[in-house]
C-alpha cells in the first residue's frame, strides 16, 4: 500500500513498487459519467510530465497531472475537447489537505518520465467497449476491425446505398473524436485509400453524434480503444528514429506523416522543433 489521497470522487494511491499511480474512480450522481465508465486506471510515472498543485473554489486545492503526448490513448482521442470537471488527471481535495497533496506532489515530481513525446502508449485502455451505438450508425470494434451498420432512419442516402462498411485496422492511417459535447459531433477513421467526405454525414468512414447518441463516456473510451489498437500495428517509434537525411527532408516526412493521422498535433510539434534545432 502506498501513499493514499482521497479527493472528490477519486482515490489516487502512489505504488512505489511499480512506479505508477492507481487511479480509482467513485461511482455517484455528481461523478462524471466518463469517470464511472473508466472504474479506475493505472497510470505509470513515466507516462506522466508534469504534476502541479492550485486553489480550487469552495476552499478546495486542485491536484493536476499532465500525460505526456503519445502516452495516454484516451487523452490523445480527446485531443483537448475534455471538459474540466471530466479530465481523469484532476483530483480536487479538501484545503485542508493541501500540505499532502504538496508533499504527494513533490515526490512524484522526481519520479516522472521526460518532456518528450513518448514513442508508445504507456497507459492501457481497460475494458474496451466492443460496440457505439451512434445517430447514424451502429459500431463495432472486435480487434482487428471496425464495422459500420448503418441506421436506417438516421443515416443518409449516401450511407444507407453504399450498405455497411468493415474497415480492418491495416486500411487505417489514424481515428478521429469530435466531441458530442459541441457542434457536428463525430467519430471519423482515417483510412489509407480513401479521402473521404468532410462532410461526416456522408463520408462512409464517420459516424455522427447526436442527442443522446455517442455520449462522451461511451465514444471516447471506443476512439481510444480503436486508436491504441491502430497505434500498436503502427507505432510512432519509428518517427524519432528517422535516418540521418536533410532537415528538409525530415520535416517534410514529418509532415506527411502528420497529415496521415499517424503523429498527433502535439507529437508533430515536438519533433519538428527538435529536428529544426539539431539541423
Not at 45 to 51: D, K, N, Q, R, V
Not at 199 to 213: E, I, K, N, Q
Request: aromatic share 6%; charged share 25%.
Amino acid at each position: 500500500m502506498g501513499d493514499v489521497l482521497a479527493g472528490n470522487h477519486a482515490v489516487w494511491e502512489f505504488d512505489r513498487t511499480t512506479d505508477s499511480i492507481l487511479i480509482r474512480f467513485a461511482r455517484g450522481m455528481r461523478t462524471p459519467r466518463l469517470w464511472h465508465a473508466l472504474g479506475e486506471r493505472r497510470i505509470p510515472l513515466e507516462a506522466l510530465s508534469g504534476m502541479s498543485l492550485s486553489v480550487g473554489r469552495r476552499d478546495t486545492v486542485v491536484l493536476r497531472a499532465s500525460a505526456r503526448a503519445g502516452a495516454d490513448p484516451l487523452m490523445e482521442a480527446a485531443a483537448g475537447q475534455l471538459r474540466e470537471v471530466c479530465d481523469p488527471y484532476r483530483l480536487v481535495l479538501p484545503g485542508a489537505g493541501a500540505d499532502r497533496a504538496a508533499a504527494f506532489a513533490a515526490e512524484l515530481r522526481e519520479r516522472l518520465g521526460p518532456p518528450e513525446p513518448a514513442d508508445r502508449f504507456l497507459v492501457p485502455v481497460q475494458h474496451p467497449p466492443a460496440a457505439l451505438k451512434a445517430y447514424d450508425a451502429r459500431l463495432a470494434f472486435d480487434g482487428a476491425a471496425v464495422t459500420f451498420h448503418w441506421s436506417r432512419t438516421g443515416a443518409t442516402s449516401t450511407k444507407w446505398k453504399a450498405g455497411d462498411q468493415r474497415y480492418p485496422l491495416t486500411a487505417l492511417t489514424g481515428v478521429e473524436w469530435h466531441s458530442p459535447e459541441r457542434a457536428g459531433g463525430h467519430l471519423r477513421l482515417l483510412a489509407r485509400s480513401l479521402p473521404g467526405d468532410p462532410r461526416p454525414d456522408h463520408d462512409l468512414s464517420s459516424a455522427v453524434f447526436g442527442v443522446g447518441y455517442g455520449a462522451v463516456h461511451e465514444s471516447l473510451p471506443f476512439a481510444a480503444a480503436v486508436l491504441a489498437a491502430l497505434r500498436g500495428r503502427s507505432p510512432v517509434a519509428s518517427v524519432a528514429s528517422l535516418p540521418r537525411a536533410r532537415s528538409g527532408d525530415r520535416l517534410q516526412h514529418l509532415g506527411e506523416l502528420h497529415s496521415a493521422g499517424l503523429l498527433t498535433d502535439a507529437e508533430y510539434a515536438a519533433l519538428r522543433d527538435r529536428f529544426t534545432a539539431g539541423a
